[in-house]
T-cell receptor, first 114, second 115 residues
Framework: NAGVTQTPKFRVLKTGQSMTLLCAQD?????MYWYRQDPGMGLRLIHY???????AKGEVPDGYNVSRLKKQNFLLGLESAAPSQTSVYFC?????????????FGQGTRLTVV | GENVEQHPSTLSVQEGDSAVIKCTYS??????FPWYKQELGKRPQLIID?????GEKKDQRIAVTLNKTAKHFSLHITETQPEDSAVYFC??????????????FGGGTRVLVKP
């Protein structure tokens, strides 16, 4: 099993450019999340999804959009990148309540906006 | 929503000593408390978790304790080794709430084990 796979692993964007980060999981998890991690450690929730076709805002949603058209995929979009969005982005997935709710993380995407 | 605070933000210990990280949470409905370890340049991975029907759980050198009344839980690492150097995150989750598995993490603790 691949688990949780993020694409791409690295990216450099110019200010104002757009891009989409892809997260794919093969564990049939209902829940999927996008986090950003800035130097200094913390994981801040951007958006999450509790199932196919549903999304919700996390702590820091501004400047990002998401879509969950298929259960196994969760896309994070930056419409107009800003230097403040330079970060490492992690996707995670888990089962819903009532089951083993351990969250599994992707390997991360290092994004630099210049 | 849930708010999780974690202390200390950094912790330096001598190899062989114990390390303790503490977290507090705000939502009394939280019933699942996982701990994640993130080594440098890698993804966070679950190392231990506890549910509210248990007060303490051990796995070799690591243990987690939970005080539901006070809304705090702690990670204990005994006989620390250099490979324990990492960033540790706690989380508190109200599993039984709708959308309850929203993972909100504490701010993290950078643990450095000095040889």
């Amino acid at each position: 099993n691949a688990g949780v796979t993020q694409t791409p692993k690295f990216r450099v964007l110019k200010t104002g450019q757009s891009m989409t980060l892809l997260c794919a999981q093969d564990m049939n998890h209902e829940y999927m999340y996008w986090y950003r991690q800035d130097p200094g450690m913390g994981l801040r929730l951007i958006h999450y999804s509790v199932g196919e076709g549903t999304t919700a805002k996390g702590e820091v949603p501004d400047g990002y959009n998401v879509s969950r058209l298929k259960k196994q995929n969760f896309l994070l979009g930056l419409e107009s990148a800003a230097p403040s969005q330079t970060s490492v982005y992690f996707c995670a997935s888990s089962y819903s309540r009532g089951r083993n709710t351990e969250a599994f993380f992707g390997q991360g995407t290092r994004l630099t906006v210049v | 929503g849930e708010n999780v605070e974690q202390h200390p933000s950094t912790l330096s210990v001598q190899e062989g000593d114990s390390a303790v990280i503490k977290c507090t949470y705000s939502d009394s409905a939280s019933n699942y408390f996982p701990w994640y370890k993130q080594e440098l340049g890698k993804r966070p991975q679950l190392i231990i978790d506890i549910r509210s029907n248990v007060g303490e759980k051990k796995d070799q050198r690591i243990a987690v304790t939970l005080n539901k009344t006070a809304k705090h839980f702690s990670l204990h690492i005994t006989e620390t080794q250099p490979e324990d150097s990492a960033v540790y995150f706690c989380a508190a989750i109200p599993e039984l709430k709708a959308a309850g598995n929203k993972l909100t993490f504490g701010g993290g603790t950078r643990v450095l084990v000095k040889p």
